[in-house]
């Protein structure tokens, strides 16, 4: 069965801390993943999308990471700010079908 | 702003209700989503429009009716709602239904008493 499961459910951090999210999926067979940041009252945006071959990949201070072996995916933040408060999703996108699988979702909170 | 918006951002209705969801965008996308979104569960995938042509419905129930009058307009009739059907109704387009990044609107807040 292809699904996502992300780990912590929720996290609370210090303003200017670093944090690392995780998800795991079983999707197969497997063609990219992205992550989304949902803030409160709104939809997701993508934040990041990396294909099989790719290991990791950045955007500002969010950097995610891949290993198709293990079918793990991390999100890193940097240096957290008070915006970063949103709730992260992982999503694992099938080939052929290009499916969606979405994570339930790691809620962040960043305290000052 | 994602160029995708929806209309109304809250609704409140009783179960015996009609009530349409609207969305609408603006990048020149030919595929469309319904999605529904429950606390703590993932995203669930309603239908799918490409082209104004419906290509997929999840099993959803016919209290939950859509329609896609053109590629920039996508609505969500709804009639004799449940409860459990309160939940947040994300829109989103893509260029194609392949892999393509999708753009969500920021959601109807919906709940049914």
């Known amino acids: 069965k292809n699904q996502v499961e992300q780990s912590p459910q929720s996290l609370i951090i210090l303003e200017g801390k670093n944090c690392t999210l995780q998800c795991n999926y079983t999707v197969s067979p497997f063609s990219n993943l992205r992550w989304y940041k949902q803030d409160t009252g709104r939809g997701p945006v993508s934040l990041t999308i990396?294909?099989?071959?790719?290991n990791t990949k950045s955007n500002g201070r969010y950097t995610a990471t891949l290993d198709a072996d293990t079918k793990q995916s991390s999100l890193h933040i940097t240096a957290s700010q008070l915006s970063d408060s949103a709730s992260y999703i992982c999503v694992a996108i099938s080939g052929g079908y290009n499916k969606l699988i979405f994570g339930a979702g790691t809620r962040l909170a960043v305290h000052p | 702003e994602t160029g995708v918006t929806q209309t109304p951002r809250h609704l409140v209705m009783g179960m015996t209700n009609k009530k349409s969801l609207k969305c609408e965008q603006h990048l020149g996308h030919n595929a469309m989503y319904w999605y529904k979104q429950s606390a703590k569960k993932p995203l669930e995938l309603m239908f799918v429009?490409?082209?104004?042509?419906?290509?997929e419905n999840n099993s959803v129930p016919s209290r939950f009716s859509p329609e896609c009058p053109n590629s920039s307009h996508l609505f969500l009739h709804l009639h004799t709602l449940q409860p459990e059907d309160s939940a947040l109704y994300l829109c989103a387009s893509s260029q194609g239904t392949g892999p393509e990044t999708q753009y969500f609107g920021p959601g109807t807040r919906l709940l049914v008493l």
């Open positions: 429009y490409n082209f104004k042509e419906q290509t």
């Open positions: 990396m294909t099989f071959s790719e």
